[in-house]
């Protein structure tokens, strides 16, 4: 185990040059693919859960958010296989780091901005100022709700960071505590381990659950703007 508490999530580096890109890139080669007409069992059960993943997102959306469904389905694929991956021994998570979730985060949210001022601009500029709003108050409310809109890729980024960082540290503490107690109380590194045991599983959930809701909040402002 590392002494430093936080050396996992230092940028790993070989030579001296940081090594994510390859790091990012990596979850892309595990994924099976099939060159032959009739599929086997796992790449079955990847489609079905693709197929039902995209059937509900994309249920409420219209023509122009459906164009959307491959770079959603992409995005939630690579989050939830980088978050699976940072769950091994001596890995790195890309996803604790913030500024590379923000670079997820910005040109997504950016896009559906983008269209909701193109394609429906009236109702996109008719959130700054509700329906009823008292005259002395439309400078104050016009000012909150632009400060909401720019603050939604800095929360779809913090949230998922702040998520998996919080699970990574947890099992770092307790995996330290586990290995100090083996030599002086077997029943409490029984314990300890057991604890590990259930919180690695409540990660992989975690790691699953965090790529859903970054991607269906996505959707939602997508939505929001279609």
């Given at each position: 185990?590392?002494?430093?508490?936080?050396?996992?999530?230092?940028?790993?580096?070989?030579?001296?040059?940081?090594?994510?890109?390859?790091?990012?890139?990596?979850?892309?080669?595990?994924?099976?693919?099939?060159?032959?007409?009739?599929?086997?069992?796992?790449?079955?059960?990847?489609?079905?859960?693709?197929?039902?993943?995209?059937?509900?997102?994309?249920?409420?959306?219209?023509?122009?958010?459906?164009?959307?469904?491959?770079?959603?389905?992409?995005?939630?694929?690579?989050?939830?296989?980088?978050?699976?991956?940072?769950?091994?021994?001596?890995?790195?998570?890309?996803?604790?780091?913030?500024?590379?979730?923000?670079?997820?985060?910005?040109?997504?949210?950016a896009g559906t901005v983008i269209m909701g001022l193109r394609f429906k601009t009236k109702s996109s500029?008719?959130?700054?100022?509700?329906?009823?709003?008292?005259?002395?108050?439309?400078?104050?409310?016009?000012?909150?709700?632009?400060?909401?809109?720019?603050?939604?890729?800095?929360?779809?980024?913090?949230?998922?960071?702040?998520?998996?960082?919080?699970?990574?540290?947890l099992m770092h503490l307790i995996g330290s505590a586990?290995?100090?107690?083996?030599?002086?109380?077997?029943?409490?590194?029984?314990?300890?381990?057991?604890?590990?045991?259930?919180?690695?599983?409540?990660?992989?959930?975690?790691?699953?659950?965090?790529?859903?809701?970054?991607?269906?909040?996505?959707?939602?402002?997508?939505?929001?703007?279609?």
């Amino acid at each position: 185990m590392n002494e430093n508490l936080f050396t996992p999530f230092t940028t790993p580096t070989l030579l001296e040059l940081p090594v994510v890109v390859p790091i990012v890139l990596f979850p892309t080669l595990l994924l099976p693919t099939s060159k032959y007409l009739i599929n086997n069992r796992l790449i079955t059960i990847q489609q079905k859960l693709v197929q039902l993943v995209l059937k509900q997102m994309m249920a409420i959306h219209n023509t122009k958010g459906q164009a959307w469904s491959l770079m959603l389905m992409s995005l939630i694929i690579f989050i939830a296989s980088t978050n699976f991956l940072g769950l091994l021994p001596y890995s790195f998570t890309a996803t604790t780091q913030l500024s590379m979730n923000l670079a997820m985060a910005i040109p997504l949210w950016a896009g559906t901005v983008i269209m909701g001022l193109r394609f429906k601009t009236k109702s996109s500029l008719a959130h700054f100022l509700p329906q009823g709003t008292p005259t002395p108050l439309i400078p104050a409310l016009v000012v909150i709700e632009t400060i909401s809109l720019f603050i939604q890729p800095m929360a779809l980024a913090v949230r998922l960071t702040a998520n998996i960082t919080a699970g990574h540290l947890l099992m770092h503490l307790i995996g330290s505590a586990t290995l100090a107690l083996l030599t002086i109380s077997l029943f409490a590194t029984s314990l300890t381990l057991v604890l590990l045991v259930l919180l690695t599983i409540l990660e992989m959930a975690v790691a699953l659950i965090q790529a859903y809701v970054f991607t269906l909040l996505v959707s939602l402002y997508l939505h929001d703007n279609t």
